[in-house]
């Protein structure tokens, strides 16, 4: 009897590990994190950057003109997007800077910018996923840290990606 219990709940286990690996595999293929493509800015991605702050409409050559600038930095300037692939909707981005530095025996840090998720598609650890892929990407540059700015609302959700607050921010506006 014990051994048929014992084998039962193994069997319901193994069944839930199952499905939960099924449906991480699942949402890895409909949610997978990549670097920008050119084709992107039909996808949805100057919309999504409007979601965040002030973003003018772009046009087609803008926009290959600033994409082309940021291919010459390779990997040094990195901006990533989540695709959904049903919809072919660009539904999360982020990007990252390597900024080298004398400091630190002439370290590296990593500098996060403009990430944000599709209000649509929020609370289904996008966000996390955009965040994940920049640090790794500053870790595997050679960055000794990898920093950001965010406004008091967003202070959880960064702590929940493993970051914690220090000092404040300065900023001078030109325009
Ligand atoms: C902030 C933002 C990027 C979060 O993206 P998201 O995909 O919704 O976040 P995730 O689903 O990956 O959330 C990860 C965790 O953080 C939590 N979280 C997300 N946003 C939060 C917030 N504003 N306050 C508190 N917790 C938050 C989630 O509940 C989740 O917790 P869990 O892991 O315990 O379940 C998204 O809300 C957004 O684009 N906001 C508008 C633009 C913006 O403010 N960008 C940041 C600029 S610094």
């Known amino acids: 009897?014990?051994?048929?219990?014992?084998?039962?709940?193994?069997?319901?286990?193994?069944?839930?590990?199952?499905?939960?690996?099924?449906?991480?595999?699942?949402?890895?293929?409909s949610f997978p994190v990549r670097k920008l493509e050119i084709s992107d800015k039909r996808k949805g991605f100057i919309e999504l950057l409007q979601q965040l702050t002030v973003?003018?409409?772009?046009?087609?050559?803008?926009f290959e003109g600033r994409f082309q600038e940021l291919s010459l930095?390779?990997?040094?300037?990195?901006?990533?997007?989540?695709?959904?692939?049903?919809?072919?909707?660009?539904?999360a981005t982020g990007s990252v800077f390597i900024e080298k530095k004398f400091i630190r025996n002439c370290g590296k840090v990593g500098h996060i910018e403009d990430v944000v998720v599709d209000s649509n598609a929020r609370g289904?650890?996008?966000?996390?996923?955009?965040?994940?892929?920049?640090?790794?990407?500053?870790?595997?540059?050679?960055?000794?840290?990898?920093?950001l700015d965010?406004?008091?609302?967003?202070?959880?959700?960064?702590e929940k990606c493993g970051f914690k607050q220090k000092e404040i921010q300065m900023v001078k506006y030109f325009t």
């Open 124 to 147: 289904m650890q996008l966000g996390k996923k955009i965040i994940a892929f920049l640090s790794d990407h500053a870790r595997s540059m050679g960055c000794y840290k990898v920093i």
């Open 1 to 29: 009897m014990f051994l048929t219990l014992k084998n039962n709940s193994e069997f319901l286990l193994s069944a839930e590990r199952m499905q939960s690996k099924e449906s991480s595999f699942n949402e890895e293929e």
């Open 55 to 62: 973003c003018d409409s772009v046009s087609d050559k803008e």
């Open 150 to 158: 965010c406004s008091t609302d967003n202070k959880v959700f960064y």
């Open 73 to 91: 930095y390779s990997d040094e300037h990195l901006v990533c997007v989540i695709e959904d692939n049903c919809s072919g909707k660009i539904v």
